[in-house]
C-alpha cells in the first residue's frame, strides 16, 4: 500500500490552504485580542499600584492625626481631588492622566491635615507652584492651568492639560 497523492488533487490543496490560512488568521485574532486584554491589565495595575501607595500614606497621616487629636473643630484638607476639564481634548491615555494627577497630588501632599484658614490664605502660592511645574509621563512633559479652586474639607482643583512645547 503507498499514500495516494493529494498534492495533485486541487479540492485537497485548497482544502489544506484554507486549513493554514485560517489557522493563520485565528492566530492573528487571538494576538490581538490578548494585546488587548493585556493593556488593560498592565493600565489597571499600575492604577491600582499608585492608589495603593496613596492609600498607605494616608493611613500613614490619619494614624499620626488620630495620635495628635485635639478635639479641635477646625476645618482641616482631608483630601485632594484633581479634575481635568480638557480630559477628552487632550487624548491622553487614562494611565498617562492618572499619573499626572498623582504627581500633582504628591506636590500638595503637605497641605492635608492644615487648617483651611491657612490654606486659603496662601491659595495664590498653591496655584502659583502647580503651574510651574512640569509633570513628566510617557516621555512627554506636561503644565497644569488651573481654572478653579474649591477649598472646604476637600481640596479640589480644576485643572487643563497643556503639553510644554519643545524648544
Known amino acids: 500500500m503507498r499514500i495516494p497523492p ?3 488533487r ?3 490543496q485548497r482544502f489544506l490552504a484554507g486549513v493554514i490560512i485560517g489557522a493563520l488568521i485565528g492566530w492573528c ?3 490581538y485580542q490578548f494585546g ?3 493593556e488593560e491589565m498592565v493600565v489597571e495595575l499600575g492604577k491600582n499600584e499608585l492608589q495603593i501607595e496613596q492609600l498607605e500614606r494616608n493611613l500613614e497621616s490619619l494614624r499620626e492625626r488620630e495620635q495628635e487629636e485635639n478635639n479641635d473643630d477646625a476645618f482641616i484638607i482631608e483630601e485632594i481631588s484633581i479634575v481635568f476639564e480638557n480630559e477628552e481634548e487632550s ?3 487614562e494611565l498617562a492622566l492618572y499619573d499626572i494627577e498623582q504627581q ?3 506636590e500638595l501632599e503637605h497641605l492635608l491635615d492644615e487648617d483651611l484658614e491657612n490654606v486659603a490664605e496662601n491659595r495664590e502660592l498653591l496655584v502659583r507652584t502647580i503651574e510651574n511645574k512640569r509633570y513628566s509621563s510617557n516621555d512627554y512633559e506636561y ?3 488651573v481654572h478653579q479652586i474649591t477649598l472646604f474639607r476637600t481640596l479640589e482643583l480644576h485643572v487643563e492639560v497643556v503639553p510644554v512645547p519643545d524648544d
Open 91 to 93: 487624548r491622553l491615555s
Open 36 to 38: 488587548k486584554v493585556h
Open 29 to 31: 485574532i487571538f494576538l
Open 10 to 12: 486541487p479540492g485537497w
Open 143 to 145: 503644565n497644569l492651568i
Open 104 to 106: 500633582a497630588t504628591e
Open 6 to 8: 493529494y498534492h495533485r
